[in-house]
């Protein structure tokens, strides 16, 4: 015999699959409000009545598989293909005394999908039902964990921490798959080892074929382990009706997806200006397409099966397309939507044929992915299909292979090569005369947000039926079954349950070249006795090419005692069951006014979602109580100053400086006298924010009684202003719009009101409108520019009273008396359950790096941005890092002191076998970066357009190194078109992506150096159009509406020069205190500013994160143990009711209240005074005078300028020319 090493047993014991659990180390540490109440919920409510006590079984016929294909599938199935299909009826299985205990083993197999945890509860609570001591054990990290052992006991404190949350983070997932004859012998090995009675492969189409070869294998070699199978997958594409009518986590990720899309949308109406093309997941099958494009209503959704039907290329997709858009440009309108699924081009003819072969090629030995040697080996047509293609189109279709040997197509940017094709014939119509309108896109991807996220209330019931069902199936013997549960328009109690065979829904597929069996895909039908959903869509969508029908479906809700929308079902499987489909409401006439169309909606046109939110009464403070302009006083606190350097040179532009704060109380007796016939009108400068619509409903309803009183809306913004675009709003009206997020009722154009022809303008329609008050809502740009515009009509004399009032998701129009921004709230927790969905994913997949860029306050043009918005979802989400622009700008780091930061966590992850992680990076990052902010400030100086060479040649030497050393894509970013204010376009800048790809680099070389062992895969994500048009959250409607009241007191009483505030926010809304603050009392002039004797004029400037806040210091105190662990929590969708509808942003409640501060200090001095009156003794004289003497010394070497963020301004008071941008 051989001679073996000494070593050979243990080598021998190395490779053998492990019989021992491991310690069980994934529970997660922190839950958010929502994810307690979820935890907290009784299953009792969801659960099939005939699931109860150990249901009887009841075998049916066996059913047989595709003709075409059954033969040989039998052949590969003798022992399991006849088994049969199994329903249960009410009963008790046996003799519950003789009911042995079962081990039952659990494996997450594939890409995730929300519910998964609740179906290993349903098991495991099943089992339990059977036989208190039964136990289960769950396989770590996908089949790959039960061919090598890796598993680890799952008790119920274990299982009690997961049940109705999202993600596969209980024990991971894998898209291994259980392959060769050493791994079927290795499971069958380590299910004997420990005894299982049953295991339940919870997976897809393939991850459920694997199991039915599994269930075939362990039968044929005399195993006691039965195999059931549980259909996952959101892609919509496993069922077989009427048995298994939907897969589980495809209602969950429609209606998240149908959330961001609604909000994409109403986002389109408001800035009228953009074709949102957006991608959704869905490789195979365009289900999720359809379920969304139904739900929402597009202007376009493309259904790959009809492209492939009706073997449509891309030139006719193309001029379809175009031809609606050219007929919408007719109409005024040049915004859309366009859905298409992300396998889109799967299904066109050219690249169909084209990645076929493409598959076969790169799994054949010796063809590299190259596109040379690509080239080289494919068919002629092909390859000029191939050449045909954008650049990195092409890199895309070379990328690694998924581990069924197919094309990557989530990676593959169709909808950018989509709107390439469109541009360009386009381009050609327009020289042709045809065509005359302007085609200016933004592109959303939706896929892993929509994978791990919190399970709706039907995919809870759902899976956790599923799981009871499996494990009644294995405590009834059956084996090679996926559970079944049907009659789902039912109520939940009233479902049915049961098993099908697996083997009755497979075909033969080819794969890696080879043919396998496969379960058969469930795609979108055309035609045939599931065609309804297809049929609905069919029949509307020509409507919906050019109307604007967007309906809204809101974030998914869990309240299931008030709000109906909690309980619906996915809108596909209500047609397929025979529920009739809703027909289009009538869309109102656009009425065109000037750059706008005004489109008023009705309460009937919104989503039963919108109109149950509008039943909602607004909060509001005690001294609002009344929601009355004559039962409302307006009270002086005290006169107010600004910061003391700067006083001087702020009379030289306001004449106003020192007026009072003012305060609002209820009036007592008769009430304020209020000059009749007010016209107040409102103007939407700033961009989209959740909650402007509730700010109107404010304004209105305080003239209910008053009703020779009206509030004039200007549709189109700032330029609507100028050209007196007016509407009178009503309660009628406002009442179709309360709850509702975005600026559709009004609009937006350009924010600025700042030159001598602006400022004359604004006068000239103020006095032809006959307003007696001017309310501007926006951001720290939009009050500064209020603040001259009072001014500007004080001097000549103008009777209409300016109002400010702070608004903007980034939230960085704050200071000491404004503590919030409308839409902060709304728009951190709607990018918070993104940003959670996503980590939770990371955490489940366990291979990703997920590099999530959040839209923040680059928006408002300052040379170094804020971000307010990426520290407050970093404290609801715990990522790994947050890379937050203010700190980043403190410590003065270079791009490559920022790149090591980030791969130095990454190796430190590595090394405990982490390689994945969420990583949050604020959208203005790169202009902290000293090197990046001078290569900024060059730029922004040369006017754009303009070639990169002729760029290159105004750039000093090291800017032009810089420039020229970056990607192409940034390149190309850093030269588009500058926002209003001629500053560079923050938000367009992917600077996650170049973060992305530089770590990648400095991995690769600690790897060749052997610093660096582990892996790293990132994928980049931009957040932010998705989440500035959400429904509003309650404390974000409550705060508008108070805003919207309050300035209608302060207009309508003549307070000229005020912005509108409400503080003591972390308070009950009862307790809030509504006023007015001058804009003199929060100008300022930044020393930074200065440029030799040159002092630009003072402004309202954003504030940056506090460094030594208290919100920032929570971060530092958690952020060492997120970087090194996983301390993720989802807030999840934004709640209308229940206890977490009232929670609000921690960085509103944990700030001071800078008025009660003042008046304590105020106490202070009253005490010290009456203690120091004459005949008091002389040594309280002397310490008294001390004491103040010494604070006035500390307090003149306090005063300096304050952390705010230097605003783009021009050297004059004209503007520069500027142009539009989002």
């Known amino acids: 015999s051989p001679v073996r090493p000494p070593n050979f047993a243990q080598l021998v014991a190395s490779m053998a699959p492990k019989t021992e659990p491991s310690p069980y180390t994934r529970a997660r540490r922190a839950y958010s409000s929502l994810q307690k109440e979820r935890l907290a919920a009784d299953h009792k409510a969801y659960f099939p009545a005939v699931l109860e006590g150990c249901p009887q079984v009841v075998k049916k016929q066996a059913i047989p598989s595709d003709s075409k294909d059954a033969e040989t599938v039998k052949g590969l199935f003798p022992s399991t293909y006849d088994v049969p299909l199994v329903e249960f009826v009410t009963g008790v299985a046996g003799d519950p005394k003789a009911r042995a205990p079962v081990k039952v083993g659990v494996v997450l197999s594939g890409g995730q999908a929300p519910g998964g945890h609740n179906v290993i509860a349903g098991i495991f609570d099943g089992i339990k039902q059977w036989n208190q001591n039964s136990s289960m054990v769950g396989f770590l990290d996908g089949p790959h964990g039960i061919f090598t ?27 291994h798959k259980i392959e060769s004859k050493e791994q079927f012998d290795d499971s069958m090995a380590v299910c004997n080892a420990i005894g299982l009675d049953g295991l339940v492969v919870i997976g897809g189409d393939d991850s459920n074929t694997n199991g039915a070869l599994l269930a075939e294998y362990f039968k044929a070699n005399g195993c006691n382990t039965k195999v059931i199978g549980a259909p996952k997958t959101i892609d919509g594409d496993l069922k077989c009706p009427p048995y298994i009518p939907i897969s589980f986590g495809f209602d969950t990720a429609c209606k998240t997806y149908a959330t961001l899309v609604s909000n994409v949308a109403i986002d389109a109406l408001s800035a009228q200006k953009y074709y949102h093309i957006v991608r959704l997941m869905g490789r195979s099958a365009s289900n999720i397409a359809l379920e969304v494009a139904l739900l929402t209503r597009p202007n376009a959704c493309l259904i790959g099966e009809e492209v492939a039907r009706d073997k449509r290329s891309m030139r006719d997709l193309t001029v379809e397309l175009a031809d609606m858009i050219e007929q919408r440009s007719k109409l005024g309108k040049d915004y859309g939507v366009i859905i298409l699924p992300e396998g889109l081009i799967e299904f066109i003819p050219e690249f169909n044929q084209l990645m076929s072969e493409l598959n076969d090629k790169l799994a054949t030995p010796g063809v590299e992915a190259t596109e040379a040697s690509i080239l080289a080996n494919l068919s002629a047509e092909n390859a000029a299909c191939f050449k045909f293609l954008p650049d990195f189109i092409r890199a895309q279709l070379l990328l690694d292979r998924d581990p069924h040997g197919n094309v990557q197509v989530a990676k593959i940017e169709t909808e950018k090569l989509l709107a390439a094709t469109i541009a360009e014939e386009l381009k050609q119509r327009r020289a042709a005369g045809s065509y005359k309108g302007s085609f200016k896109t933004q592109f959303h991807a939706y896929g892993y947000e929509g994978r791990a996220g ?96 967007y309906t809204v479906t809101g974030p998914i809700q869990y309240d299931m005692d008030t709000c109906k929308a909690s309980m619906d079902i996915p809108i596909t499987l209500q047609l397929e069951l025979g529920v009739r489909p809703q027909l289009l409401g009538n869309v109102p006439q656009p009425k065109r006014m000037g750059e706008f169309l005004y489109i008023p909606q009705s309460k009937k046109s919104r989503s039963q979602l919108q109109q149950w939110r509008m039943e909602r009464e607004h909060r509001v403070p005690d001294s609002l109580a009344d929601r009355s302009i004559a039962a409302v006083q307006v009270k002086v606190v005290s006169d107010t100053m600004c910061q003391e350097q700067d006083m001087s040179y702020v009379k030289k532009f306001f004449s106003t400086m020192g007026a009072p704060l003012l305060e609002l109380w209820p009036q007592e007796g008769r009430g304020c006298t209020v000059p009749e016939k007010q016209r107040i009108g409102v103007v939407f400068c700033g961009r989209q924010a959740p909650g402007c619509h509730d700010f109107l409903c404010g304004m209105v309803d305080m003239f209910k009684s008053s009703p020779d009183c009206k509030v004039l809306g200007v549709v189109g913004g700032t330029h609507g202003l100028f050209n007196k675009q007016v509407v009178e709003l009503t309660p009628e ?182 390689n994945f992680g969420t990583i949050l990076v604020a959208e203005g990052l790169l202009s902290a970066i000293p090197e990046f902010r001078n290569l900024i400030s060059e730029l922004e100086a040369i006017p754009m357009p303009k070639p990169v060479d002729k760029v290159l040649a105004e750039l000093t030497m090291w800017s032009r190194a810089l420039f020229q050393s970056l990607p192409d894509f940034i390149q190309w970013q850093l030269l588009l078109e500058r926002q209003s204010n001629a500053a560079l376009q923050m938000s367009q800048l992917e600077t996650e992506r170049l973060l992305a790809a530089l770590v990648e680099d400095e991995l690769k070389q600690r790897k060749k150096a052997g610093s660096f062992k582990g892996s790293f895969s990132p994928v980049c994500q931009f957040i932010g159009y998705q989440a500035r048009c959400s429904m509003p959250s309650d404390f974000d409607m409550d705060f508008a509406y108070t805003l919207g009241a309050t300035a209608t007191v302060l207009a309508s009483t003549g307070k000229n020069g005020y912005m509108a505030v409400v503080s003591d926010l972390s308070q009950p809304v009862s307790k809030w205190r509504a006023g007015g603050v001058p804009f003199t009392a929060m100008l300022s002039v930044p020393a930074s500013n200065a440029i030799g004797s040159f002092r630009p004029r003072p402004c309202i400037f954003p504030h940056r994160v506090d460094l030594d806040g208290r919100a920032f210091k929570v971060w530092c105190e958690e952020r060492a ?94 503007a520069r020319a500027s142009t539009s941008a989002d």
């Open 149 to 175: 052992g890796n598993f680890c006991e799952i008790t119920a404190d274990i299982m009690d921490g997961f049940r109705n949350t999202g993600g596969f983070d209980m024990l991971g997932s894998g898209r």
């Open 733 to 914: 009206i406002c009442e179709a719009y309360a709850g509702t997020g975005g600026l559709e009722l009004l609009g937006r154009t350009v924010d600025r009101l700042k030159s001598e022809e602006e400022l004359d303008k604004a006068l000239k329609a103020c006095e032809e409108l006959q307003l007696t008050g001017l309310v501007l809502v926006g951001g720290a740009r939009t009050n500064s520019d209020a603040a001259y515009i009072a001014e500007h009509f004080s001097k000549l004399k103008c009777k209409t009273s300016v109002v400010g009032v702070p608004c903007g998701i980034e939230g960085n129009m704050v200071n000491e008396f404004v503590e919030a921004s409308i839409g902060f709230d709304s728009a951190a927790k709607a990018v918070a359950q993104l940003v959670g969905n996503t980590a939770i994913d990371g955490s489940s997949a366990r291979k990703y790096y997920y590099f999530l860029r959040v839209m923040d306050g680059a928006s408002t043009g300052g040379r170094t941005s804020t971000s307010h918005l990426a520290l407050e979802v970093a404290l609801q989400t715990k990522p790994n890092m947050l890379l937050l622009t203010e700190e980043v700008d403190e410590k003065r780091m270079s791009l490559r002191e920022l790149v090591k930061e980030v791969a130095d966590m990454v190796a430190q992850r590595s090394e405990i076998g982490s």
């Open 1121 to 1214: 143990l997120c970087a090194a662990s996983e301390m993720y929590q989802n807030p999840g969708p934004i709640q209308l009711s229940g206890p977490s509808a009232s929670t609000v942003s921690k960085t509103i409640t944990s700030k001071f209240s800078y008025l009660q501060e003042l008046e304590q200090l105020r106490k202070h001095l009253d005490d010290v005074a009456a203690r120091c009156r004459p005949g008091c003794d002389p040594r309280t004289v002397r310490v008294a005078k001390q004491s103040l003497a010494t604070l006035n010394s500390i307090m003149d070497e306090l005063s300096g300028p304050s952390d705010v963020v230097e605003q783009r301004e021009g050297f004059s008071g004209r």
């Open 454 to 549: 919190m399970p709706t209330v039907f995919d809870s019931s759902y899976c956790y039926a599923l799981g009871a069902t499996a494990s009644a199936l294995l405590c009834n013997g059956c084996t090679g079954l996926i559970a079944s549960v049907m009659n789902l328009l039912a109520p939940a109690r009233e479902w049915q349950c049961g098993g099908v065979p697996v083997t009755s829904l497979c075909v033969i597929e080819r794969r890696h070249g080879k043919e396998k069996p496969v379960i058969k895909k469930a795609l979108v039908e055309l035609e045939g006795p599931l065609s309804q959903p297809y049929a609905a869509y069919v029949k509307i969508r020509g409507d919906l090419r050019l109307m604007d029908a």
